[in-house]
Each structure stands twice: as structure tokens, then as C-alpha cells.
């Protein structure tokens, strides 16, 4: 599946900061990987379930350790980040059929602690991803302005580790939803302001977000972290070497 970007594609991702729909999957692919997530989901007990789904799932589950390498995927990353890629984390994002549960409005780069911002994210939908199930919302162009304040909300609904979330004004009604059916995937860069709501439907909605970053991007916060390589070479060592 050849997916790399055109040139129109690669400016408009520079100007808006986001990139939708691709596909990267075919339909009887993204069901496989579905049906094997959900299967790692259920056999593992619910404390290391959670844990397993926060940051680095493809460090604990086959099927998205193999995800992380899907060659369509790091075309594309490949084309706005450069040749040589790192994977620095990846979660799964499932929202039940009527559950609250909802991402924030928050700007990755704020917590990231990461220079230069040569970050992109791959949402891969695993499932459809509709408005009423909760799709992926951003603020277009919002990743060119300095980031926006942010702060810690107590509300076990929003699905962020950390309870994150943007404080500062925000005019959601710039946002534009990215629907998604299953085996495409959007990316968005590191700096854009992006959430999403509930899931209204009745089934049950799978996604997968993966981060990768450029060999050349530091860590600038007082932890090292670490990153598995995926394609191309790394000649920084900005981070540790995750196991092949």
C-alpha cells in the first residue's frame, strides 16, 4: 500500500497541522488487529490492562508491536518527519457504546518536553471513528501559535494520565472532526490542540494512537526516556533503545 504524501499533501500538513483520512489498512486488516487488541485486552487482568494501554503499548501487546512497523504507516510519518523514525509511545484509545469517557482539549507538546518539535502522531482506526462515537477533534492551524495554558482537571471521565487539559481560551467551534473508517488513520503534529467526546453509539470504538519523533529530537525534561527504532538508523542517541 503505497502512502506516500504528495507535496500538496506535505504543505498542507505544514500549514494546518493535521492530515486526513489515509489509508493505510485494508478492512479485513484492521479487523485482525481489532480482534487481537481486544484479545490481549481481555486476557490481561484489568491493573496491568490499564497500565499496558497508558504509553507504551506495543511493548506488551504482539499485535501492536507489529502495528508500529506497518510500512504504510511510516511512509506517511516518513514524509513529515524524514527517513530515520522513532516510535517514543503508543496507546489505545477504547471507548465503550454510552461510556463518558472523553479526551480532553490539550496540546501534547506542553508535557512532552521534547526539542525540536519533529513529533507526529498516527491515530489508527481500528473501528469506525464517527462524531457520534467520539472522533478525534483539532483546531486547525492551532500547532503555529505558542501553546496554550494548561492545567489539571479532577474528572476520572477524561481518559489523559495525567487529567490534563487546556485552560486557556479555545474556540471550539474552529474544531473539525476526523472520521475515519476502519484502517485509515490521520496525523497530526505535536503542538496541535486536539480531544474528543464521548462515544454516543452502541458499539463499541477501537483506536490506536502511535507517536513517532526524528532520531534528532532531545528529551529536555530531567528523565531520560526511551524509543524503538522502526525505520532508518539513529545516530543521536537521544533516547534509550527499546528491545527489538
Not at 20 to 48: C, N
Not at 175 to 184: F, I, W
Not at 196 to 224: E, F, L
Amino acid at each position: 500500500m503505497d502512502t506516500r504524501l504528495t507535496t500538496a499533501e506535505r504543505t498542507r500538513y505544514a500549514a494546518e497541522g493535521y492530515l486526513a483520512p489515509i489509508r493505510v489498512l485494508s478492512t479485513d486488516e484492521a479487523a485482525s488487529y481489532r480482534e487481537r487488541v481486544e484479545e490481549f485486552i481481555s486476557a490481561a487482568s484489568e491493573k496491568s490492562s490499564r497500565a499496558a494501554l497508558r504509553t507504551k503499548a506495543h511493548l506488551h501487546c504482539p499485535a501492536l508491536r507489529e502495528l508500529v512497523h506497518c510500512p504504510a504507516i511510516l511512509d506517511a510519518i516518513g514524509d513529515v518527519l524524514g527517513p530515520d523514525l522513532l516510535c517514543r509511545s503508543s496507546s489505545v484509545f477504547l471507548k465503550e457504546a454510552g461510556d463518558p469517557s472523553y479526551v480532553a482539549w490539550h496540546q501534547d507538546a506542553t508535557y512532552w518536553d521534547l526539542d525540536p518539535p519533529d513529533v507526529a502522531t498516527a491515530w489508527v482506526a481500528l473501528t469506525e471513528s464517527t462524531v457520534e462515537n467520539g472522533a478525534l477533534k483539532v483546531i486547525p492551524r492551532s500547532h503555529l501559535a505558542p501553546l496554550l495554558a494548561h492545567g489539571t482537571i479532577n474528572d476520572p471521565a477524561n481518559m489523559l494520565s495525567r487529567g490534563q487539559a487546556i485552560t486557556g481560551p479555545l474556540n471550539e467551534d474552529e474544531a473539525v472532526a476526523l472520521t475515519l473508517a476502519p484502517g485509515e488513520m490521520s496525523i497530526h503534529h505535536v503542538s496541535l490542540a486536539h480531544g474528543s467526546a464521548p462515544n454516543r453509539s452502541s458499539a463499541r470504538r477501537v483506536g490506536v494512537a502511535i507517536r513517532y519523533v526524528a532520531p534528532h529530537v532531545r528529551k529536555t525534561g530531567p528523565r531520560r526516556d526511551s524509543a524503538l527504532l522502526v525505520r532508518g538508523s539513529d545516530r543521536f542517541g537521544n533516547f534509550d533503545r527499546e528491545p527489538v
